[in-house]
């Protein structure tokens, strides 16, 4: 795969990501029921509203609006071919795409916690983190497609 195409599909993927995350945001700051609540497993309001759905009182939703928003900013600037060197000597496309990959590895790392909660902790499983959690999987996939391809590029 080319890749300018990958990183296209790593913004669409981190664009639904923001998407997601807005809406559990959303529910997070309202009273208002989720779509998705199926039965007492299967319940995003649940999950948002309990006592796990922040982290040093910041919603773990806001924390994956910027998230997602970083994972798309990040491919979008290479995608528009900006130089880094001028930025910073020591950058290159090189380092950013493994900074990128790393990024992506700590934002899986970070939603396996979340599952972990939700499935031993809370004992509700939230399809919309679900959701997240599969693009933040396939995130990690791509990102990690792209840094071999700079890697083998630079050598």
Same mark, same amino acid.
């Given at each position: 795969?080319?890749?300018?195409?990958?990183?296209?599909?790593?913004?669409?993927?981190?664009?639904?990501?923001?998407?997601?995350?807005?809406?559990?945001?959303?529910?997070?700051y309202t009273l208002v029921?989720? =779509?998705?609540?199926?039965?007492?497993?299967? #319940?995003?309001?649940?999950?948002?509203?309990? +006592?796990?759905?922040?982290?040093?009182?910041?919603? =773990?939703?806001? $924390?994956? =609006?910027?998230?997602?928003?970083?994972? +798309?900013?990040?491919?979008?600037?290479?995608?528009?071919?900006?130089?880094?060197?001028?930025?910073?000597?020591? $950058? #290159?496309?090189? $380092?950013?795409?493994?900074g990128y990959f790393l990024?992506? $590895?700590?934002?899986?790392?970070?939603?396996?916690?979340?599952t972990g909660l939700e499935?031993?902790?809370?004992?509700?499983?939230?399809?919309?983190?679900?959701? #997240?959690?599969?693009?933040?999987?396939?995130?990690?996939?791509?990102?990690?497609?792209?840094?071999?391809?700079?890697?083998?590029?630079?050598?």
């Amino acid at each position: 795969m080319k890749k300018k195409t990958t990183l296209i599909i790593l913004i669409i993927l981190a664009i639904l990501g923001v998407l997601t995350s807005a809406y559990l945001a959303y529910l997070h700051y309202t009273l208002v029921d989720s =779509v998705c609540d199926f039965n007492a497993q299967f #319940s995003c309001t649940t999950i948002n509203r309990s +006592a796990y759905a922040k982290i040093f009182d910041i919603p =773990v939703s806001i $924390l994956g =609006v910027f998230g997602y928003f970083l994972l +798309a900013i990040i491919p979008f600037l290479l995608i528009k071919k900006v130089n880094f060197k001028k930025i910073n000597t020591f $950058l #290159s496309n090189r $380092l950013i795409s493994k900074g990128y990959f790393l990024l992506s $590895l700590a934002a899986f790392i970070f939603s396996l916690y979340l599952t972990g909660l939700e499935l031993k902790v809370i004992g509700v499983i939230c399809p919309l983190c679900l959701i #997240s959690q599969i693009l933040i999987l396939f995130i990690l996939f791509f990102s990690y497609n792209i840094y071999k391809t700079e890697v083998k590029n630079e050598n």
